[in-house]
């Protein structure tokens, strides 16, 4: 999948699932139908950026700020590949 996804690619949150703040966990969650998928900071703040409106160059850059990091884009285009394949997220065309 991560071959499909391109610099200009805008990801959209799947509406079928919720993304929250559990207080109970102390961290952020993906509800859907069948359960809870917890999730790390990094994964919870690449999904924030998928509004529909962030290509994949702009999440790399704003996440790169946001943690002080560079060369993580090879990271979060794998996590967004993980993500579509389970339906969390999707392309936007």
């Known amino acids: 999948?991560?071959?499909?996804?391109?610099?200009?690619?805008?990801?959209?949150?799947?509406k079928e699932n919720r993304l929250q703040w559990?207080?109970?966990?102390?961290?952020?969650v993906i509800l859907y139908p069948e359960?809870?998928?917890?999730?790390?900071?990094?994964?919870?703040?690449i999904l924030k950026l998928c509004d529909g409106k962030h290509s994949l160059n702009e999440i790399v850059s704003e996440l790169e700020k946001k943690f002080s990091a560079t060369g993580i884009r090879s990271e979060i285009t794998d996590f967004l590949s993980v993500a579509i394949e389970k339906n969390w997220v999707s392309l936007k065309t």
């Open 1 to 14: 999948m991560s071959d499909q996804i391109k610099s200009t690619s805008v990801f959209q949150f799947s």
């Open 22 to 28: 559990e207080p109970t966990q102390n961290k952020h």
């Open 35 to 45: 359960g809870m998928v917890e999730l790390n900071t990094t994964s919870a703040e």
